[in-house]
């Protein structure tokens, strides 16, 4: 833990704060390898929360948890001609074992689709086998040229990876939005962070998928954060992998198959989106610490009633199921121990001194606000519950606020300009569905479809950049 | 899932038995790709297990969940000069990032105490920071070249290892003590496997550690298993990589550390252990199902009541917090049923049919005895839960006297190669602490001192090899 705080303003250099947030908060640190990063204690504790979430989602609803090898041979990516082109620019090799070359190299694995399909081809015979929904948390490398950015942007981060095969091309389109719909549940009601939901466009879609469905956040500087994917195989890799199966008719028949990912560069977007100029800002539903407790012992005041009171307050709350923290370290003041609590963004901050003590109250301070309240000890639970469902359901109000302020609707590729070079957001424009339209807008601003939303607007004038007649309305924006 | 049944007997042909056991129950599967192994759903659901338990207990004492790098520059390892050459001929090397030639050639973490303690010199700097307790669940590369084990010897596995520094000498070897004794509560009381613990001897210990303690299982052919380690790394770590802070004296000093590991290892000898001819038989605390309902739908009854019936037991079992699968599937017989959820080491089956309909009863069946009897559906409950226990303490009880069969104290050399030649076990035989001597008996026997027990027994005997005084009675075998 650092002993000063965040030196940088939010509003002034997004990006030195972003990093500086992280750091001095104690979420990640800089690997001492490049382009790599340690992910630290509380941001660990957070991608535990989530996988605790999504892992009594998924499991309720028939998928298991596996692990296959991390690393895959060269010649399984080149099968299916797509995913290896879209993959191997950034594959870290394997050559050597031991002191021996290795007679083919292997990549370590930037996703798993090639070697869990190899295998699907050996435990899929018949429709008995179907539908095969397995799941893996792991670690993944993509060997990154661009400088390194914190969560989003290292050489090696954690996700899970979701795998899927299915008797019938319905069956798989229903799987492709079930897992984004969980996604969305947890990004929106977990971390507080609002998304629009859609699909990519062909150019921006999964190497070797039908169609990649994701959620898409905006950051507080005016770029889009993807938070999630979930993709439509189609029949591409059970045709290279020869994955079938004997049907109910007898038949030979291809299994049709779905893939989804979701990341640890989701805390990242926590971080930007509702950290401020004290540090971190932590939704409660997913915050490591709901409250920590300061006794205050003023000079003269008893200081064995006051964290005797403290460890009453302390062992209530726990006892509510909340996590508490209650920081009676004598080598702190009272003030410093404010900062790094504020700093690592713990919700609820309560203070006890002699005065309290007298009066049967705590002092209550809400850290998104930084309202405070003295609340009475009778009340002490009610009010810790209701102040973190506020914390939640403000987070997310505030995010929501800020996704409608950066989204704007243009008519001309004037305004569309305009807006990108400046206030940036999401910028959503009439388009003809076509590639070259898409790559001229890429190439002369910088901004790509995001997604062209499931909650579909009719478009009222034409293709921004051809003129001819519009497909879509789709959600461009500059994007990390 | 297969069809058939496991058709290599136990005490037949054991290595035969193990793989074909794993395989069928579809606890794992070889990966197409040498050396290494996919863990499959109910493997990952035990080791899910056993990171829930070891997470409580090891968070409840201050230790905290982070993930670090697994990419290790070659210079890290040579770092600690032993630790380089303990692990170095089974070292992964990544040497390429996309189509560069890497500057540095990277290791894939064989262990990461270099990578870690080059971090823990930033983080520490006063006695503040200390101790500094921290773990990991990660992915492991250990590049074998002998033939490939199910879950024992891979070149890929999954391990949790900790990671400590601590003011004091003392302290560290309490957490030494601490890591060993949350180990053995798992493997005793959730694994039902006994171990014997102690100290390695110095040709066996950790590259780099001061000493290494360890818990060793006997497995039923005679051969040890290494359960898990914990080691105390002194300062060797501490001074090659500068870990200092300073002190509440004002002075600088050096860190005492400790590193700890439990790898996916341990379910190979949960399948050794308990298995039998029939297939898995999973010890009910770390079972991902406890019980399975198959309904018996005679011809000529009525399988709506069955059924309804079939589902209210399982409901009443879910709801009393047991994992149940009802497993209704027309396709398959019972009999076919039941072979495969034997195989699969489910610890009871219940057996619902008309008779049992209108009897009020259901029929019970424990897996490790095969033990059937008629159970009222009054005491469904109560009986479950009781017979849950009895499998779990039966499965130890059993172990244990494996253990004590298979282990024999010797007076001579002669004995000793007899013993390790033929019924082979954990041999107990007076040392004189030289290594020269275990050279020896490693060269002539293939048997090795698995550890030196802190139950000491004072040795009444001189040393077996060069008959001078005996300081230890240690226990050797041939291992895993």
Redesign the interface.
């Known amino acids: 833990m650092s002993d000063v705080g965040v030196t940088v303003k939010k509003n002034e250099d997004f990006s030195e704060w972003y990093t500086e947030v992280i750091l001095k908060s104690g979420l990640a640190?800089y690997?001492?390898?490049k382009g790599?990063?340690?992910?630290?204690?509380d941001a660990?504790?957070m991608w535990?929360r989530i996988q605790e979430v999504l892992n009594k989602k998924i499991k309720a609803t028939g998928h298991?948890?596996?692990?296959?090898?991390?690393?895959?041979?060269e010649g399984?990516l080149k099968k299916e001609a797509e995913h290896f082109a879209g993959f191997?620019?950034?594959?870290?090799?394997?050559?050597?074992?031991?002191?021996t070359p290795l007679e083919e190299?292997?990549a370590?694995r930037p996703t798993s689709e090639t070697?869990i399909y190899?295998?699907f081809s050996?435990?899929i015979r018949s429709w008995?086998d179907l539908p095969l929904k397995?799941n893996q948390w792991?670690?993944i490398?993509r060997?990154e040229?661009k400088a390194t950015k914190l969560f989003l942007r290292t050489?090696?981060f954690?996700w899970q990876e979701g795998h899927t095969a299915h008797a019938t091309k319905e069956e798989a389109e229903k799987e492709v939005m079930y897992a984004l719909g969980e996604y969305r549940d947890i990004i929106e009601n977990y971390l507080a962070i609002p998304v629009i939901v859609g699909v990519k466009s062909d150019s921006e879609k999964f190497a070797g998928a039908d169609y990649t469905t994701a959620l898409e956040a905006m950051m507080p500087d005016g770029k889009a954060l993807q938070m999630g994917t979930s993709h439509n195989l189609g029949q591409h890799f059970a045709k290279v992998f020869d994955i079938k199966f004997i049907g109910e008719d007898e038949k030979d028949h291809m299994v049709w198959q779905t893939s989804w990912g979701l990341t640890t560069r989701t805390i990242g977007a926590l971080v930007m989106i509702h950290g401020d100029d004290k540090g971190l800002v932590l939704p409660p539903k997913i915050a490591p610490v709901h409250v920590v407790i300061v006794p205050i012992p003023y000079k003269g005041a008893d200081p064995a009633a006051i964290a005797a009171k403290a460890k009453e307050v302390a062992d209530k709350l726990t006892q509510k199921g909340l996590s508490v923290i209650l920081d009676d370290r004598g080598?702190y003041t009272p003030g410093w121990k404010f900062h790094q609590w504020e700093l690592k963004g713990v919700p609820i901050r309560i203070e006890i001194g002699p005065r309290d003590l007298q009066q049967q109250q705590v002092v209550m301070v809400r850290r998104d606000t930084k309202e405070k309240s003295f609340v009475k000890e009778t009340e002490l639970l009610e009010t810790a519950e209701k102040l973190l469902e506020d914390i939640q359901r403000n987070l997310f109000v505030k995010a929501k606020q800020n996704l409608e302020e950066k989204t704007t609707s243009v008519k001309t590729y004037d305004e569309f300009k305009q807006i990108v070079a400046g206030k940036g957001g999401f910028v959503k424009a009439a388009w003809c569905g076509g590639a070259d339209c898409e790559a001229k807008i890429k190439e002369e601003t910088g901004a790509t479809i995001r997604v062209i939303p499931f909650e579909r607007e009719e478009p009222k004038t034409d293709c921004l950049i051809c003129g001819k007649k519009a497909r879509d309305i789709a959600y461009f924006a500059r994007s990390y």
Do not use: H, S
Request: proline content about 7%.
């Open positions: 640190d690997a001492p390898i790599c990063m340690i992910i630290r204690e660990i504790a535990e298991r948890n596996v692990y296959f090898p991390m690393f895959i041979p399984f191997t620019p950034e594959v870290a090799w394997v050559t050597q074992g031991g002191d190299k292997l370590v070697i190899a295998t050996k435990w008995r397995i792991c670690n490398v060997w040229t050489r090696e954690l080598e």
